[in-house]
């Protein structure tokens, strides 16, 4: 079966850098996103990678290892704003996206 | 520009009664989504449509239906409302099928 999987809770510290990792077991692959979404709203798009290496957005990043089946979004210089749930998704073979079950990440001051 | 919208914002609804969750994009976007989110689990996908005129069924499309008339409308219906469908209904679209998802603000469903 498909499978994606990430940490259910993290915490961290305001300024801070955090690390949230995602690693995916899927029926083929054509690219992995990450979104963001605040409690009570819509998750809104972040990040893409269909090639190995990082992507650097400002304060955040997304690496990506096709032969390792992993993923990570990093994100520098935490601000209180950031507390929000993080969803790791990949594209299979059938070009359907497959969700992770997010992971709430908190920030404390 | 307004992107998705979705209506209603909430409703609580009698089991057994009928519904449709109503969904427009502006973006001329060619694919659509329907997905349900529950507490602890990840996004599933309801039912999608890939261009105007054609439909399919995703992860968990029991007890549901959509039709996709134009490029810019679609509907999910309820036929008969079940409490397990009590949940947050979200619409997305994409320019492509591997594109990215943009979503509407998501329809808060509570069936009694």
């Known amino acids: 079966g498909q499978n994606i999987d990430q940490p259910t809770e993290m915490t961290a510290t305001e300024g801070a850098i955090v690390q949230i990792n995602c690693t995916y077991q899927?029926?083929?692959?054509?690219?992995l996103f990450w979104y963001q979404q605040h409690a009570g709203e819509a998750p809104t798009f972040l990040s893409y990678n269909v090639l190995d290496g990082l992507e650097e957005k400002g304060r955040f990043s997304s690496f990506l290892s096709r032969s390792k089946g992993y993923s990570y979004l990093l994100l520098k210089e935490l601000q209180m704003k950031d507390s929000a749930s993080y969803l790791c998704a990949v594209t299979d073979s059938n070009y359907q996206l497959i969700w992770g079950a997010g992971t709430k990440l908190i920030i404390k001051p | 520009t307004a992107g998705i919208t979705q209506a209603p914002t909430s409703q609580i609804l009698a089991a057994g009664r009928s519904m449709t969750l109503r969904c427009t994009q502006d973006m001329r976007h060619n694919a659509m989504y329907w997905y349900r989110q529950d507490l602890g689990l990840g996004l599933r996908l309801i039912h999608y449509?890939?261009?105007?005129?054609?439909?399919g069924k995703g992860e968990v499309p029991d007890g549901y239906s959509v039709s996709r008339a134009n490029t810019d409308d679609f509907p999910l219906t309820l036929a008969s409302a079940v409490p397990s469908q009590t949940s947050v209904y979200f619409c997305?679209?994409?320019?492509?099928?591997?594109?990215?998802?943009?979503f509407g603000p998501g329809t808060r469903l509570t069936v009694l």
């Open positions: 899927t029926s083929g692959f054509n690219g």
């Open positions: 997305a679209s994409s320019e492509g099928v591997s594109g990215t998802q943009y």
């Open positions: 449509s890939n261009t105007a005129g054609t439909t």
